[in-house]
């Protein structure tokens, strides 16, 4: 799973999760919980690609969203808690996006996404990245 805060993809990606007919129902579970569009968009990603995400450390970033990352929220975590989606009534966040990848698979009748994905850390480690080669995971420098 990729978090959309952070996504590149190819426009033709974001045209089908926007556009396509085929996902209206998909796009409504979203519009009505106001959650799970990073879930969907990991949907319409593996279904194209047939591959995992691609995992990219890039060391201390900030997240301006975060309210940890700020002085004034002095609770850190508990500041999280108190403005984050996960911070919602009834149903719990995380049973919530189960519910949403189960109702996903459902409406679409297929389950795209994969369990596996491909590393990439910051270039000052140096290049790492693992790349699929006769169908096993190796480190991209590597024959």
């Known amino acids: 799973m990729v978090l ?13 999760y926007s556009c396509s007919p085929e996902l209206a129902a998909a796009r409504a ?8 569009e990073d879930i969907l968009m990991n949907f319409v990603a593996a279904e194209a ?12 970033i900030r997240d301006w969203g975060d309210p940890r990352n700020d002085a004034n929220a002095g609770a850190g975590v ?23 990848i ?3 698979h459902r409406l679409l009748g297929r389950m795209p996404l994969r369990y596996s994905y491909g590393k990439v850390v910051e270039a000052a480690v140096a290049e790492q990245g693992l790349c699929s080669k006769g ?5 991209c420098d590597q024959e």
């Open 4 to 16: 959309t805060k952070f996504l590149v993809l190819a426009v033709d990606l974001l045209r089908k």
């Open 29 to 36: 579970v979203v519009d009505r919980e106001r959650n799970c």
């Open 49 to 60: 690609s047939g591959e995992g995400p691609v995992l990219v450390e890039a060391g201390s």
């Open 78 to 100: 508990e500041a999280m808690r108190a403005v984050g989606l996960s911070s919602r009534g009834g149903v719990g966040h995380w049973e919530k996006r189960g519910e949403c």
């Open 102 to 104: 189960t109702e996903f």
């Open 135 to 139: 169908g096993r995971l190796v480190r």
